[in-house]
């Protein structure tokens, strides 16, 4: 007989259990089980390819009867929690993902069972994300007037400050009329190395990709403010109106800081809105040895970023910064019956975050940030970002004394690019690219890959406040073990065998061997 703890409703029809107590122990195993998780990591490979058999078993239909919490659970165990992408663990280094803190799944389980609605009304959570904006406009420099938002991340935080930006330069009635309405195309700047979200945000904005005018970047991967002048004014000679500046502290592939304070300089000169996306790079401001590297960000009109990634949040925690609060709500709000204001009552406490952006049900991302920023502090979680920057600088000293590899790109805060050497430019990128499938499948490190002046790297992102010294030479070590077997033995001919060919799997712990190749 299937107990009612276990996902029977109860009697009057809910679906809260009958049994509060059976209930509870079996919460406290899962939790328990979380705990464990996150306690083992390092006994644990960093990822794992699942096996046909557990995909497979996803794609079951639609259940039509009730069945047990604990098997649930158990399946949870089982088949999902081992196949997840690894970014909680020290050896995941592929991309510019945080690890997570245990502070703040409890947090996260806080807001689970709140199940508050953050879009509106007149609730004791909104001042919780009022907060945390205040704590925003102070690290950043801004004003009392500007507002802030929780958004899923980065991609839509640039996608706001395009739009806020629109608006600042048309005018609130393009929200009406359309850009369509308008006899000049406008035209956006940013760096050759920008995120792609950018680009997409012009797309979904209306005003076209295409007139994003991507700017070369210097040899530290810098935006050329020469060359961007030179495009503002070629622009302007077509008869186009330049609208936007974005700026990028912590570039995707590289990790470089484009010069924003001539960056600034420039947009205030030209009549430009500037953004900056500091998708992972703007919370270096919490630590007073790299905040110069940001010396200018203070300026920006609007900054897009992440407290999921260096912040350690858990998924998801993005945020837009909005120097002009005023412009920013009138680039959202919507004067409909169901959203009325009043004074008193829950249609009290005015304005609400569905004001400053598209979301009218948002989740409560800012409780988990709340805890974090509470917990931890902000001067410890600013030691924790230099801390990554360490690691990263050590990675690439090591690499600059292997003659086996070559370091291709400046560490300008947390991403080091490298390869392993190889006789030609075809041979190498084939080669690189083994290696890094052979280290994710190892389950010792999981590296990305990404392209620098035209060559394939090796990209190592330590974002993980878990990461140490010895993860970031281990990943060295197998790098170098790996590319002299694979270098040796064909590496093309390895990528079409069997994982349990893995130059590797000889290497690995026991335990994770089991566990990757069965």
Same mark, same amino acid.
Not at 170 to 184: I, K, N
Not at 237 to 258: E, N, Q, S, Y
Not at 352 to 378: E, H, I, M, N, Q
Not at 479 to 488: D, K, N, Q, S
């Given at each position: 007989?299937?107990?009612?703890?276990?996902?029977?409703?109860?009697?009057?029809?809910?679906?809260?259990?009958?049994?509060?107590?059976?209930?509870?122990?079996?919460?406290?195993?899962?939790?328990?089980?979380?705990?464990?998780?996150?306690?083992?990591?390092?006994?644990?490979?960093?990822?794992?390819?699942?096996?046909?058999?557990?995909?497979?078993?996803?794609?079951?239909?639609?259940?039509?009867?009730?069945?047990?919490?604990?098997?649930?659970?158990?399946?949870?165990?089982?088949?999902?929690?081992?196949?997840?992408?690894?970014?909680?663990?020290?050896?995941?280094?592929?991309?510019?993902?945080?690890?997570?803190?245990?502070?703040?799944?409890?947090?996260?389980?806080?807001?689970?069972?709140?199940?508050?609605?953050?879009?509106?009304?007149?609730?004791?959570?909104?001042?919780?994300?009022?907060?945390?904006?205040?704590?925003?406009?102070?690290?950043?420099?801004?004003?009392?007037?500007?507002?802030?938002?929780?958004?899923?991340?980065?991609?839509?935080?640039?996608?706001?400050?395009?739009?806020?930006?629109?608006?600042?330069?048309?005018?609130?009635?393009?929200?009406?009329?359309?850009?369509?309405?308008?006899?000049?195309?406008?035209?956006?700047?940013?760096?050759?190395?920008?995120?792609?979200?950018?680009?997409?945000?012009?797309?979904?904005? +209306? &005003?076209? $990709? @295409?007139?994003?005018?991507?700017?070369?970047?210097?040899? #530290?991967?810098?935006?050329?403010? *020469? /060359? !961007?002048?030179?495009?503002?004014?070629?622009?302007?000679?077509?008869?186009?109106?330049?609208?936007?500046?974005?700026?990028?502290?912590?570039?995707?592939?590289?990790?470089?800081?484009?010069?924003?304070?001539?960056?600034?300089?420039?947009?205030?000169?030209?009549?430009?809105?500037?953004?900056?996306?500091?998708?992972?790079?703007?919370?270096?401001?919490?630590?007073?040895?790299?905040?110069?590297?940001?010396?200018?960000?203070?300026?920006?009109?609007?900054?897009?970023?992440?407290?999921?990634?260096?912040?350690?949040?858990?998924?998801?925690?993005?945020?837009?910064?909005?120097?002009?609060?005023?412009?920013?709500?009138?680039?959202?709000?919507?004067?409909?019956?169901?959203?009325?204001?009043?004074?008193? +009552? &829950?249609? $009290? @406490?005015?304005?609400?975050?569905?004001?400053?952006?598209? #979301?009218?049900?948002?989740?409560? *991302? /800012? !409780?988990?940030?709340?805890?974090?920023?509470?917990?931890?502090?902000?001067?410890?979680?600013?030691?924790?970002?230099?801390?990554?920057?360490?690691?990263?600088?050590?990675?690439?000293?090591?690499?600059?004394?292997?003659?086996?590899?070559?370091?291709?790109?400046?560490?300008?805060?947390?991403?080091?690019?490298?390869?392993?050497?190889?006789?030609?430019?075809?041979?190498?990128?084939?080669?690189?690219?083994?290696?890094?499938?052979?280290?994710?499948?190892?389950?010792?490190?999981?590296?990305?890959?990404?392209?620098?002046?035209?060559?394939?790297?090796?990209?190592?992102?330590?974002?993980?406040?878990?990461?140490?010294?010895?993860?970031?030479?281990?990943?060295?070590?197998?790098?170098?073990?790996?590319?002299?077997?694979? $270098?040796?033995?064909?590496?093309?001919?390895?990528?079409?065998?069997?994982?349990?060919?893995?130059?590797?799997?000889?290497?690995?712990?026991?335990?994770?061997?089991?566990?990757?190749?069965?």
């Amino acid at each position: 007989m299937n107990h009612p703890a276990a996902g029977l409703p109860a009697p009057d029809g809910t679906l809260d259990p009958d049994d509060w107590t059976a209930l509870r122990a079996q919460g406290h195993r899962m939790l328990d089980d979380m705990f464990d998780y996150l306690a083992s990591l390092r006994e644990r490979p960093v990822w794992q390819p699942a096996p046909e058999a557990v995909r497979h078993g996803f794609r079951e239909p639609l259940p039509h009867q009730p069945a047990g919490l604990e098997q649930a659970h158990a399946r949870f165990m089982r088949e999902i929690l081992p196949y997840a992408v690894g970014n909680a663990h020290p050896g995941f280094m592929g991309w510019v993902h945080g690890g997570g803190t245990a502070v703040g799944m409890l947090a996260e389980t806080l807001a689970a069972g709140l199940n508050a609605n953050l879009g509106g009304r007149n609730q004791i959570p909104l001042e919780v994300e009022r907060q945390i904006a205040r704590w925003m406009r102070e690290l950043f420099g801004f004003p009392e007037s500007a507002s802030g938002v929780f958004v899923t991340g980065t991609s839509m935080a640039n996608l706001i400050g395009v739009l806020v930006a629109r608006t600042a330069t048309l005018g609130p009635t393009v929200r009406r009329e359309g850009v369509a309405s308008r006899q000049s195309r406008l035209t956006a700047y940013t760096s050759s190395c920008a995120h792609g979200c950018i680009a997409q945000a012009m797309d979904i904005a +209306g &005003l076209g $990709a @295409d007139a994003l005018r991507r700017i070369p970047v210097d040899r #530290d991967f810098r935006m050329d403010p *020469r /060359a !961007l002048r030179a495009a503002i004014a070629a622009d302007r000679r077509a008869g186009f109106t330049p609208f936007l500046i974005a700026g990028t502290a912590g570039t995707v592939d590289v990790g470089a800081v484009d010069p924003l304070d001539t960056l600034a300089s420039i947009a205030a000169e030209e009549g430009l809105w500037f953004h900056v996306d500091g998708a992972f790079g703007a919370l270096a401001m919490l630590s007073p040895e790299l905040a110069p590297l940001l010396h200018g960000i203070e300026r920006a009109d609007s900054i897009a970023f992440d407290f999921h990634k260096w912040g350690q949040v858990p998924y998801d925690a993005g945020f837009i910064l909005v120097r002009d609060g005023e412009l920013h709500r009138q680039t959202f709000a919507a004067d409909v019956a169901y959203l009325s204001r009043e004074t008193r +009552g &829950l249609a $009290a @406490d005015s304005p609400w975050p569905c004001d400053f952006g598209p #979301d009218l049900s948002r989740g409560f *991302r /800012a !409780l988990k940030t709340w805890f974090t920023l509470k917990v931890y502090g902000a001067d410890r979680l600013g030691a924790v970002i230099a801390r990554t920057c360490e690691i990263a600088r050590h990675l690439a000293r090591r690499v600059q004394t292997e003659p086996a590899l070559e370091l291709l790109a400046p560490v300008a805060l947390n991403i080091v690019c490298f390869r392993f050497r190889a006789a030609d430019a075809q041979t190498s990128d084939r080669l690189n690219a083994a290696i890094a499938i052979a280290l994710q499948e190892s389950g010792i490190a999981a590296p990305s890959t990404t392209r620098v002046n035209g060559a394939l790297a090796i990209r190592a992102a330590i974002v993980n406040h878990r990461s140490g010294v010895a993860d970031v030479d281990r990943l060295c070590d197998a790098v170098i073990e790996t590319g002299a077997r694979l $270098a040796a033995t064909g590496h093309a001919q390895w990528a079409t065998r069997s994982i349990s060919d893995n130059p590797l799997r000889d290497a690995l712990d026991p335990a994770i061997r089991q566990s990757c190749f069965p």
